[in-house]
């Protein structure tokens, strides 16, 4: 499977704990970007990797909340101190800039990682 | 700032007919991207079509066609002949120049029947 693959699937965990989740892009991808999705909603971004730089980081992204691309392939993505309001899906997505300044290409995503807080 | 409004929560459809899901955007921005993208229960959202806002035509892609009306600032999506595998729910989202957020809107569930 030469898609973007992410891991655990599901992770179940108490409020407090820190957890950490994992997302091998498509090899050939350069950028990389975290989303988060709860219950009837669509997704809301979190951040963005060019390579290994993070360049862009939403808001949303306390900081409780980090993510890392080291060496510019995988990505992860980590929630200390975990809430309820954590629960959500997390989705991973990667494409192929060309630098340009407005990219129109298509996102590539994840099956995402399903948290559950207690 | 960015907005996406899906105001269909859901869609009903039978086999082999049309549908349009609706999606009106706000941005001050003239320079901007609209997306849509399907979600079935697996969870992995899969790229349908994308339309540039300088693009003059409407975007096709296969049985996707996407009705730009840039005045009205609303992109809507245009199934045709429709598909049980078509069952999912969709969003609409749009990225303005310069930035890679992509800004989704909350989703329209679509059914189709035989």
């Known amino acids: 499977d030469t898609g973007v693959s992410q891991n655990p699937r599901h992770k179940i965990t108490k409020r407090g704990q820190n957890v950490t989740f994992r997302c091998d892009p498509i090899s050939e991808h350069n950028r990389l970007y975290w989303y988060r999705q709860t219950l009837g909603q669509g997704p809301e971004f979190l951040t963005y990797f060019q390579n290994e730089a993070q360049l862009e980081k939403s808001r949303l992204l306390s900081d409780r909340f980090s993510a890392e691309r080291p060496k510019g392939s995988f990505s992860t993505l980590e929630i200390q101190r975990t809430e309820q309001g954590d629960s959500a899906m997390y989705l991973c997505?990667?494409?192929f800039g060309s630098g340009a300044p407005f990219y129109t290409g298509e996102l590539f995503f994840g099956e995402g990682s399903r948290l559950t807080v207690l | 700032a960015q907005k996406i409004t899906q105001t269909q929560p859901g869609m009903f459809v039978q086999e082999k007919e049309a549908v349009t899901l609706d999606c009106t955007y706000d941005t001050s921005d003239p320079s901007y991207g609209l997306f849509w993208y399907k979600q079935p229960s697996s969870g992995e959202m899969i790229f349908l079509i994308y339309?540039?806002?300088?693009?003059?035509q409407n975007a096709t892609e296969g049985r996707y066609s996407l009705n730009f009306q840039k005045a009205r600032k609303s992109a809507n999506l245009v199934i045709s002949a429709s598909q049980l595998g078509d069952s999912a729910m969709y969003f609409c989202?749009?990225?303005?120049?310069?930035?890679?957020?992509?800004?989704f809107g909350t989703g329209t569930r679509l059914l189709v029947s035989p």
């Open positions: 339309q540039g806002s300088y693009d003059q």
């Open positions: 989202a749009m990225r303005e120049e310069g930035f890679q957020k992509l800004v």
């Open positions: 997505a990667s494409s």
